[in-house]
Nanobody, 123 residues
Framework: QVQLVESGGGLVQAGGSLRLSCAAS????????MGWFRQAPGKEREFVAA????????YYADSEKGRFAISRDNAKNILYLQMNNLKREDTATYYC????????????????WGQGTQVTVSP
């Protein structure tokens, strides 16, 4: 069974940057698509970004395009999310996720979650 542990969250001012990390264990990391989701208080969990098993294809929610970048290091079993020009509406708990496929097609492909890391963007 896969284990996902997120880190890198914190408090940042609007316009600032953070890089989230997700350490994976329990299976062969490089074989599976990965992604990031987030959930703000009182809202449903929403898709942020995804990446295929080789890291050659990436996918983003419209609101994150141009500001966020997802990447992976298959040698270290780590997934990253670089977040730039953060806005107050980016405040949420961010979750790393994976599924059972190498390629990513849609958010429901990713159904195993970490515990999340909190990101808070101040004015």
């Amino acid at each position: 069974q896969v284990q996902l542990v997120e880190s890198g969250g914190g408090l940042v001012q609007a316009g600032g940057s953070l890089r989230l990390s997700c350490a994976a264990s329990g299976r062969t990391f490089r074989m599976y698509a990965m992604g990031w989701f987030r959930q703000a208080p009182g809202k449903e969990r929403e898709f942020v970004a995804a990446i295929n098993w080789t890291g050659t294809r990436t996918y983003y929610a419209d609101s994150e395009k141009g500001r966020f970048a997802i990447s992976r290091d298959n040698a270290k079993n780590i997934l990253y999310l670089q977040m730039n020009n953060l806005k107050r509406e980016d405040t949420a708990t961010y979750y790393c996720a994976t599924g059972s496929r190498s390629y990513y097609n849609e958010p429901t492909d990713l159904d195993s979650w970490g515990q999340g890391t909190q990101v808070t963007v101040s004015p």
